[in-house]
């Protein structure tokens, strides 16, 4: 992948940051990475400790788990992704992009320091969150996202 430069203006309208003030978006901006990556190129995958959330901000990617596929497109569910949410499933996982793409990385501590600072992310976590346990718990009790996301 290769780096890439996040503009307020287009962050504004990407629909996990819509719910931003400005001054909240500059924050996310300054503690944050964003990344252009190509069709085909693996964004993250098992082994990934590091519990860092994965933002699409444009184009396409899949989880690709267990033999299938689940695509998402920006405006899908799973616009999101952490590897915090797969700790407990077994076999090898990978988020691919699938056509060109950009997508943020916000490593963990920073993304609890949002949580803390009350960015307004509560039904994307809790949107995705649902579509991540149909994938890698299925059957399970889906309890609150920010329980599961959180580490405080």
């Known amino acids: 992948m290769k780096a890439s430069t996040t503009y307020l203006y287009l962050l504004r309208n990407t629909p996990f940051f ?21 069709a085909n190129t693996v964004v993250t995958q098992n082994p990934d400790s590091s ?12 989880l ?3 033999g ?12 999101w992704f952490s590897a915090k949410l797969v700790d407990e499933a077994q076999g090898g996982w990978r988020l691919v992009a699938t ?5 943020m990385k916000i ?6 320091a949002m949580l803390q ?3 307004a992310f ?3 976590l809790d949107e995705g969150y649902r579509y991540y346990v149909a994938i890698f718990r299925p059957g399970s009790r889906i309890a609150s996202p920010m329980h599961e996301l959180s580490t405080h």
């Open 107 to 112: 490593s963990r501590a920073e993304f609890d």
């Open 18 to 38: 819509t719910g931003l003030d400005t001054e909240q978006l500059r924050w996310t901006i300054n503690h944050s990475r964003e990344w252009e990556a190509e």
């Open 99 to 103: 056509e060109h793409s950009y997508v």
């Open 68 to 79: 299938h596929h689940y695509p998402s497109g920006h405006a899908d569910p799973g616009k």
């Open 122 to 124: 509560e039904v994307h």
């Open 64 to 66: 690709e788990y267990d």
């Open 51 to 62: 519990g860092d959330v994965w933002v699409l901000l444009d184009g396409a990617w899949q």
């Open 117 to 119: 600072r009350g960015f």
